[in-house]
């Protein structure tokens, strides 16, 4: 049996104990802090052994796979020790996607992600079966669980972002990149960019990159680096080909030589 170490016993953390024993896994639930009631209760109750208050490296150093937490920086001497040693370290997206075959839109953006993700989801849902998770509401991990849906809504995080390996969303948002979270970087704006684009490293040409066309940083980007994705810009001040624009109070959306044309003047958010 193999041995799943979990560095956070919170939302995330949890959700991945409950996927990872469904899944066989033996499973170590290891807290700096202190664990909330709420999420002790779930561990107890599902058997699951955990610690608290600090951690028992002896038994953290065994694991064959640890699932980290976005709130635990990359640069803690644990971390890095066990990177040292060859351990994957790997986020909950990473651990989660693995059991799913679900549609998965990713999206990530330093301001405006989770009403992105929300708003996307509100409207998927009158159609879809989609969940909605990542960095907001229930875990993606205990959702794949517990009722794997068809299609999920991901709102993700660079920290998120830095833990994946195979992750791959069919849909890629960036809504926009400016500087956040430097102190995870080194200071390096360049760095944090770097980690909110490994959103689509392993988009192949079937899959969709959406993003906004207009953000510099986010342009400059992408002249210097090559992509794979079908790339879907959208833009407030240019007319777009393949994405979407906007001009004289309409909303213009071309897919593959298809046009849809909405006024703005009927669209209202309630």
């Given amino acids: 049996m193999k041995r799943l170490v979990i560095l956070g016993g919170g939302e995330s953390g949890v959700g991945t104990a409950l996927l990872g024993k469904e899944k066989g896994f033996e499973v170590f639930v290891s807290d700096k802090g202190i664990i909330q009631e709420k999420y002790k209760d779930v561990l107890l109750h599902n058997e699951i052994e955990w610690e608290e208050g600090g951690h028992s490296e002896e038994r953290i150093h ?39 075959d679900a549609t998965i839109v990713g999206i990530t953006g330093s301001n405006g992600k989770t009403t992105t993700a929300t708003l996307t989801h509100h409207i998927l849902k009158v159609e879809l079966d989609v969940g909605l998770a990542g960095n907001i509401g229930v875990s993606f991990a205990k959702q794949v669980k517990e009722k794997d849906h068809e299609n999920y809504v991901l709102e993700i ?3 998120q972002l830095d833990g994946i390996i195979d ?32 959103i689509i490293m392993n988009q192949t040409k079937e899959d969709f990159f959406i993003y906004d066309a207009d953000d510099e940083v986010i342009a400059t980007w992408l002249k210097e680096n090559p992509v794979q994705s079908t790339k879907l810009p959208f833009s407030l001040k240019s007319t777009i080909e393949n994405g979407a624009y906007y001009k004289n109070n309409k909303i213009y959306i071309t897919l593959n030589k298809k046009q849809i044309i909405m006024p703005t003047a009927s669209l209202r958010l309630e």
């Avoid at 990359?74 to 693995?98: H, P, R, Y």
């Fill in 62 to 100: 065994d694991a064959d796979l640890v699932m980290k937490s976005p709130g635990i920086p990359d640069k803690v001497s644990l971390v890095l020790e066990l990177k040292e040693k060859g351990m994957q370290v790997i986020s909950e997206i990473e651990f989660a996607a693995k059991y799913t």
């Fill in 157 to 159: 995080s660079s920290f």
């Fill in 167 to 198: 992750f791959n969303p069919k849909i890629a948002v960036i809504t926009n990149i400016t500087p956040d979270h430097l102190d995870r970087y080194d200071y390096e704006f360049k760095n944090y960019i770097n980690s909110k684009f490994r």
